[in-house]
T-cell receptor
Framework: QQQVKQSPQSLIVQKGGISIINCAYE??????FPWYQQFPGKGPALLIA?????SEKKEGRFTISFNKSAKQFSLHIMDSQPGDSATYFC????????????FGQGTTLQVKP | DSGVTQTPKHLITATGQRVTLRCSPR?????VYWYQQSLDQGLQFLIQ???????AKGNILERFSAQQFPDLHSELNLSSLELGDSALYFC??????????FGNGTRLTVT
């Protein structure tokens, strides 16, 4: 019940394309869903986050879509660029503690020029 | 740059040994979190300290312990090290319910 399942494990997209990464959770008490981006040799960095009172949040080329009934949320990267090549992690928490996160297994994105 | 500083960047040690990892949080952040990142387990929350007090505990082994000092820096102590403890250890800091800011990690290799 505490797991967050992320797919796909890896993704290759052409420059300018749309990258889509999906996550699913079981615990209905989860109420904070961030996405983190990690480059090699660096720590994860917050990309965008959503709470379940909205179904979509957009920041620049990054959009989170949230489906509360299906217990799923996804990250869409529009107009993907080679600089977006990184590992992406979804996460969730419901403890009222936005730092105590349960992470998905990660998706390695490669954007080809 | 997240503002979170972790030292050392790399650590190589032998099984059975003890090591200490250090973290300086962002200026003004009272909470420090420790995470372990390994290939098989992914990113896992270990423990949180808030203003010197333990606030939350995750999948932290009994051989591991942490503390946060009055100047808010934190140390993660790993003892009786096993090969399976080889991983990246991240520290992150935050103010109350603000997003986490991660350091660049300490890569621990146990041989």
């Amino acid at each position: 019940q505490q797991q967050v399942k992320q797919s796909p494990q890896s993704l290759i997209v052409q420059k300018g394309g749309i990258s889509i990464i999906n996550c699913a959770y079981e615990n209905t008490a989860f109420d904070y869903f961030p996405w983190y981006q990690q480059f090699p040799g660096k720590g994860p960095a917050l990309l965008i986050a959503i709470r379940p009172d909205v179904s979509e949040k957009k920041e620049g080329r990054f959009t989170i879509s949230f489906n509360k009934s299906a217990k799923q949320f996804s990250l869409h990267i529009m107009d993907s660029q080679p600089g977006d090549s990184a590992t992406y992690f979804c996460a969730a928490t419901g403890s009222g503690n936005t730092g105590k996160l349960i992470f998905g297994q990660g998706t390695t994105l490669q954007v080809k020029p | 740059d997240s503002g979170v500083t972790q030292t050392p960047k790399h650590l190589i040690t032998a099984t059975g040994q003890r090591v200490t990892l250090r973290c300086s949080p962002r200026s003004g952040d009272l909470s420090v979190y420790w995470y372990q990142q390994s290939l098989d387990q992914g990113l896992q929350f270990l423990i949180q300290y808030y203003n010197g007090e333990e606030r939350a505990k995750g999948n932290i082994l009994e051989r591991f312990s942490a503390q946060q000092f009055p100047d808010l820096h934190s140390e993660l102590n790993l003892s009786s090290l096993e090969l399976g403890d080889s991983a990246l250890y991240f520290c992150a800091s935050a103010t109350r319910n603000s997003p986490l800011h991660f350091g660049n990690g300490t890569r621990l290799t146990v041989t």
